[in-house]
């Protein structure tokens, strides 16, 4: 029989092993994503206890997972801290703003603010379970992601932000969500729902069976025999995934590309066909072939058959880890037989061979994972049906919330969902990629549930949006911005003792733009030529969205100035910066006024051969120089086409704080 003391102490040895395992926060952030980073130390420097749980072992999940050609739109709409990750990036290569970047800059940059803000991280742990109490998630229970024992079993929190590509932790805790596309009719969209359009399409005539002209053959890998539903009609399809590849092509630092696990040859045979008729000579219809600092890549899909695993995605999104981890397999091993398909195989033209072999893996780049990104890029999986729905009206501008804690302006963009047979002849489905999008505000309701659904769980990544509007807001900067709001609404709900939907959201745009770094920094000061209040135009200038930064640029080439006053809160010396779109006839220089007491005038000027724009973007930042500004001072920037012998632009000026 036992003795009751030796009871007493196994039981008390009992609760203490359990109390070890169950970790408790203010703030637990799922998934180590760019967004999750963000969010973490943005709770951390709003003085709350934060945990960031990562299922993998590295940060940063798209950004530093090979999209380094950044997919931008319109840099006005990036902010705070989203904007000051891509400066962190800039100053390591030496510039004010870098877009095109290395997987391991971003990884290192990401770790910086994990450094600064003190956040702890628990890597290769993922969610199992949720339990809820009066509406409100109390607990997420966790398993090892590589087997074996787990740190923690479970994380008590009184705030959860789901950061992950998937939607899992929003999932589990029984918050409405949807997968696929809606229908055309349901939102009152015209790009949703079935598309069959020309980007991304096979040129007419390509044989979809394997012996051509023959139907009894059987169709060629990769194509669905699923009939082409009417244009617009809804489906469970998800856009196709890929993984964004960085070679090297730099001597000493390639790993060869060689034949991987099980590759079939087979499965690149609609490429064979279309380069076959086609004929190209060079790898612009097969790969986007994008360019990074240090002789890298970040090699995308492009063309009829890339590097888009086209419907072999569907189950992902709600399927358990080992098939995901299936899926994801998959479409590594069919990215790497692709290169090694366009480097070996006869059919392919010999000056794409011969290119191909100049480059092979970055050898400093994924060192813990074979020199391959860990990071599919999931580009769409479950979206929440929450407290509101972003649609194509919001993207359009004939729908504006007044709730907007971000902002998008990237293309209403849509990768393909299904490769089919049309009139015999195979063909993509699903690509839409629609342009012309101003800057327009993301709605707070959108990133958290509906009410009855749950009250202290935002969602800034798998936020509610249509299939549509959400192919324009999925931009990794646009989630490190709404991650750094949702923390931010988090935060308050907690100091205030309010559900997530009880947030005051004008109390918290205002704190958004009072603290854009998250910290009692002083804030840059920004001034766009549409902010009328302190824009101040003389002579004939033309606007023109087309490359501005916000919703437009003066242009001139007719004489005449534009004055930019800043609103100044708080003296010191300024860093000042115009933002020069690039166009055609721009003049070989435009002159440029300084004064920073409203009297006395200093002149500087710029070249238009010194305006160098890179990636996805059509202007940049030019420097003009420090200025000291005086707390509600009278100091101008003024830009002049008096003298110039072509155009003259006149967008945004930036008072950076030194």
Known sequence: ?????????????????????????????????????????????????????????????????????????????????????????????????????????????????????????????????????????????????????????AVRAKMFIDCSYEGDLMARAGISYTVGREANAQYGETYNGVQLRDKHQFPDGIDPYKIPGKPESGLVWGISPA???PQGTGDKKVQAYNFRICLS?????????TKPEGYDPARYELLARVVEKLKPDNFKGILKFDRMPNNKTDINNNGPISTDMIGMNYDYPEADYATREKITREHELYNKGLLYFIGHDPRMPESLRTEMLKWGYAKDEYPESGHWSPQMYVREARRMVGAYVMTQAHCEGREVVQDGVGMAAYNMDSHNCQRIVVNGM??????????????????????????EDCQNVLVPVCLSATHIA?????????????????????????????????????????????????????????????????????????????????????????GGSVRFTPAVVKTGSYRVYTYVPKHAGLSATTRIRLSENGQSVKETSYTAASVRVEGQTSGEWVDLGVMKLTKGGKAFVEITAEGADGLVVADAVLFMPQ
């Open 249 to 257: 092509n730099q001597p000493g630092n390639i790993v060869p590309i």
């Open 470 to 558: 959400y192919g324009s807001i999925r931009m990794e900067p646009v989630f490190m911005v709404l991650g750094q709001s949702a923390a931010t609404a988090a935060a308050m709900a907690i100091d205030n003792n309010q559900s997530v939907q009880e947030v005051n959201v004008a109390a918290l745009q205002q704190l958004l733009r009072q603290k854009p770094l998250a910290t009692n920094a002083t804030a840059e000061i920004l001034v766009d030529n549409d902010d009328a209040a302190q824009v101040t135009v003389k002579g004939s200038w033309k606007k023109e969205a087309r490359g501005a930064y916000g919703p437009s640029a003066y242009l001139s080439d007719n």
């Open 1 to 153: 029989m036992m003795r009751p003391m030796l009871l007493v102490c196994l039981l008390l040895l009992s609760a203490a092993t359990m109390a070890q395992t169950v970790r408790q926060v203010d703030i637990c952030v799922y998934g180590g994503s760019s967004a999750g980073v963000i969010a973490a130390y943005t709770a951390k420097k709003m003085n709350k206890s934060v945990l960031v749980i990562e299922p993998g072992k590295r940060l940063g999940g798209l950004t530093s997972g090979g999209l380094g050609y950044t997919d931008i739109g319109n840099k006005y709409a990036i902010s705070g801290l989203s904007r000051d990750f891509y400066r962190r990036v800039g100053k390591h290569y030496g510039k004010f703003e870098q877009w095109i970047f290395e997987p391991g800059v971003a990884e290192r940059t990401f770790h910086q603010y994990i450094r600064e803000g003190g956040v702890e991280v628990l890597y290769q742990h993922r969610i199992t379970a949720a339990t809820k109490e009066n509406g409100r998630v109390t607990e997420i229970q966790l398993e090892h992601s590589a087997g074996g024992s787990a740190k923690h079993t």
């Open 227 to 229: 009939p082409l539903e």
């Open 426 to 451: 195979v063909k993509n489905e699903g690509d839409v990629q629609i342009g012309g999008i101003s800057p327009y505000p993301i709605a707070y309701r959108s990133i958290i549930p509906k009410a």
